[in-house]
T-cell receptor, first 114, second 113 residues
Framework: GAGVSQTPSNKVTEKGKYVELRCDPI?????LYWYRQSLGQGPEFLIY????????DSGLPNDRFFAVRPEGSVSTLKIQRTERGDSAVYLC????????????FGPGTRLTVL | GDSVTQMEGPVTLSEEAFLTINCTYT??????LFWYVQYPGEGLQLLLK?????DKGSNKGFEATYRKETTSFHLEKGSVQVSDSAVYFC????????????FGTGTRLQVTL
């Protein structure tokens, strides 16, 4: 079946602009995660949704970052007033109910802030 | 907090050589441990996992044993192939943190003929 999809695959923006990154999880997966991967580093946790609600947003670096999942499926990560340090690959993952320790990752969105 | 330390790369091996990538962890609870692999141009894929002490995870000829006494989860393969060239990430999921993954920095493996 279809895997986790993310759009766009690449996004180039200017410092100070607003961006939205979309994640479409595997059908039936109730848990959804966002991670950020900087160059040469491992992914870092940002936020975890169980259904529509954010169960853990402890990884969001500051209040410029926000994520929603209004219908419990597609999620959008929103970044306001982007900074050059936000440049990274943003990864989305999902997992099935009762098996949240096995996460399926999307291909990521590469964000470049000029 | 939780952390994962893995050996720096790149690791360069000839085909059919033995592979070890070291991974150690720090966690407050009883974590599950994972190895993820990222092939060139592809997304992260789960390679193997172990959920409790002394468990051995295995897949595609790769193995790793959960060693609580040494807080380690080293990845091994007896005979690597060119197609194993990728970046390998060690990760943990702590029981108290709703299964969010904490990753190491990754180790790039390059296998040559």
């Amino acid at each position: 079946g279809a895997g986790v999809s993310q759009t766009p695959s690449n996004k180039v923006t200017e410092k100070g602009k607003y961006v939205e990154l979309r994640c479409d999880p595997i059908s039936g997966h109730t848990a959804l995660y966002w991670y950020r991967q900087s160059l040469g580093q491992g992914p870092e946790f940002l936020i975890y949704f169980q259904g529509t609600g954010a169960a853990d947003d402890s990884g969001l670096p500051n209040d410029r970052f926000f994520a929603v999942r209004p219908e419990g499926s597609v999620s959008t990560l929103k970044i306001q007033r982007t900074e050059r340090g936000d440049s990274a690959v943003y990864l989305c993952a999902s997992s099935i109910p009762g098996h949240t320790d096995t996460q399926y990752f999307g291909p990521g969105t590469r964000l470049t802030v000029l | 907090g939780d952390s994962v330390t893995q050996m720096e790369g790149p690791v360069t091996l000839s085909e059919e050589a033995f592979l070890t990538i070291n991974c150690t962890y720090t966690a407050t609870g009883y974590p599950s441990l994972f190895w993820y692999v990222q092939y060139p141009g592809e997304g992260l894929q789960l390679l193997l996992k172990a959920t409790k002490a002394d468990d051995k995870g295995s897949n595609k000829g790769f193995e790793a044993t959960y060693r609580k006494e040494t807080t380690s989860f080293h990845l091994e393969k007896g005979s690597v192939q060119v197609s194993d060239s990728a970046v390998y990430f060690c990760a943990l999921s702590d029981t108290g943190t709703a299964s969010k993954l904490t990753f190491g920095t990754g180790t790039r493996l390059q296998v040559t003929l």
